[in-house]
């Protein structure tokens, strides 16, 4: 995978010098224009079509974009239903109000999508999820293809770094297990480089052992940002662990290093 530091702006100092106050400005407009620039291209997949479809092991998927303030009220629906049933027991007590957050998160202007469709076969298809976990059944043609999964990022400055930040990696419990996550990650890091942006960044709860290894397995690592890192008498009270996956050195320096 390519990586982004020959592209990303660096100071240019001589060793031991602190960068003045000129450059470090210069050095954060260029990030801004960086992040800016993420943020305006309107289609993200499209430099990317071996990731339009996935095939495999018995599922047979195709991907679109999709922007937080263009999002259609079944489409809202249907992210605020997966989830509660994949977030609801992970969170535990601290749900109701994480899924007020969420909700607002998900129809910000700058939450960027890629939907997980089926392919159809020209009849009406059920579309939602499990009705014995309090879900709403809600129906639609399948013309414009059955959602069986998102993930929504965001391009967001971290550590004055740019990257890509994961707010919601969520499938379908029967799109679950087949290859899909993996496919779903890998796109985003290449967006992620093409974009020039350090990391890949998410957040996973610590109860959420099936994520927390599927991570793992990818080589995401604990943050130095994450709470168990910055204080570890702070990261017991936490629910939660920041991960990361770095493309440059600066970046695993900061991010995941921790060093300055």
């Known amino acids: 995978m390519a990586t982004a530091e020959k592209k990303r702006p660096r100071i240019s100092s001589g060793e031991g010098r602190r960068p003045s106050r000129k450059e470090i400005l210069e050095r954060k407009k260029a990030i801004d224009e960086l992040i800016r620039k993420a943020v305006a291209v309107k289609d993200h997949l499209v430099q990317f079509p071996a990731f339009h479809k996935f095939q495999r092991n018995g599922l047979s998927v195709y991907l679109e974009s999709g922007r937080g303030d263009q999002l259609t009220l079944p489409t809202r629906k249907y992210i605020q239903n997966l989830l509660k049933v994949n977030m609801e027991n992970p969170y535990g007590p601290e749900w109701p109000s994480e899924e007020k957050v969420k909700r607002q998160e998900m129809v910000a202007p700058e939450a960027r999508y890629i939907f997980v469709k089926q392919y159809s076969n020209g009849f009406t298809t059920e579309c939602s999820v499990n009705q014995d976990a309090g879900m709403e059944h809600t129906h639609a043609p399948c013309n414009e293809g059955c959602l069986v999964g998102f993930v929504h990022y965001r391009f967001v400055l971290e550590e004055e770094l740019p990257v890509a930040y994961v707010y919601e990696l969520q499938t379908e419990p029967s ?26 960044m998410l957040t996973v709860q610590k109860a959420n052992t099936q994520a927390m290894a599927f991570y793992t397995k990818l080589r995401y690592a604990i943050s130095s ?24 050195s600066e970046a695993k320096s900061k991010l995941e290093d921790g060093e300055w």
């Open 225 to 248: 940002t994450s709470p168990s890192r910055v204080d570890p008498q702070i990261g017991l009270e936490k629910s939660y662990e920041i991960l990361c996956k770095t493309f440059d």
């Open 175 to 200: 799109a679950q297990g087949k290859g899909l996550g993996k496919f779903l990650m890998q796109l985003i890091e290449q967006i992620a480089c093409k974009n020039q942006m350090g990391a890949v």
